[in-house]
């Protein structure tokens, strides 16, 4: 199976700090991204990072992306109590590229 | 991006009867969405792709008569359960693809079957 596993599967943090969540998967990819999921709603996509780059940012989100391990990590900084949430990691292989398999899953837990 | 509406958001059943969910894309002509479906504190498992104008593509597992899709238009997928049983209920979500390759997501359709 081509599916993530998310490490680690729960985070819980203060607000303020850094919140690291790393993904690995196994086979060739397209492109990796990152969504995310208030309980019981919809996947919000964050961030797209193509297999040709290697770090990506957008805003508080930073997206590293390492082929030859065949990992990626999420750094969100500074967090903020809205933003707990399960985070997914998604791959889309090569030659399809929106053809997208979830990863585990990380629930972060961002208190006061 | 795109907007998805996924209707209903909440959903109960007898079962052995069947349930549709729509999925819209409001502004974005989908010629291929995708659904998912997730069990609670798990990943979201793709079930099928769903193709305008033609039959839908299942993954491995995942039965064809028992989860019906039909994309009869670019803005517009459907999945129906038929037959529903317990181990039906889940949380069903379906997504557009866009052009960039990143996917929007409906909110959601919670099955629960009696």
């Known amino acids: 199976s081509q599916q993530g596993e998310e490490d680690p599967q729960a985070l819980s943090i203060q607000e303020g700090e850094n919140a690291t969540m790393n993904c690995s998967y196994k086979t060739s990819i397209n492109n990796l991204q990152w969504y995310r999921q208030n309980s019981g709603r919809g996947l919000v996509h964050l961030i797209l990072i193509r297999s040709n780059e290697r770090e990506k940012h957008s805003g508080r989100l930073r997206v590293t992306l390492d082929t030859s391990k065949k990992s990626s990590s999420l750094l969100i900084t500074a967090s903020r109590a809205a933003d707990t949430a399960s985070y997914f990691c998604?791959?889309?292989?090569?030659?399809?590229?929106?053809?997208?398999?979830f990863g585990t899953g990380t629930r972060l837990q961002v208190t006061l | 991006g795109a907007v998805v509406s996924q209707h209903p958001s909440r959903v109960i059943c007898k079962s052995g009867t069947s349930v549709k969910i729509e999925c819209r894309s409001l502004d974005f002509q989908a010629t291929t969405m995708f659904w998912y479906r997730q069990f609670p504190k798990q990943s979201l498992m793709l079930m099928a792709t769903?193709?305008?104008?033609?039959?839908?593509?299942?993954e491995q597992g995942v039965e064809k008569d028992k989860f019906l899709i039909n994309h009869a238009s670019l803005t517009l997928s459907t999945l129906t359960v038929t037959s529903a049983h317990p181990e039906d209920s889940s949380f069903y979500i379906c997504?557009?693809?866009?052009?960039?390759?990143?996917?929007?997501f409906g909110e959601g359709s919670r099955l629960t079957v009696l």
């Open positions: 998604a791959t889309a292989l090569t030659g399809t590229a929106s053809k997208l398999t």
């Open positions: 769903s193709n305008e104008g033609s039959k839908a593509t299942y």
């Open positions: 997504s557009v693809s866009t052009y960039t390759g990143e996917l929007f």
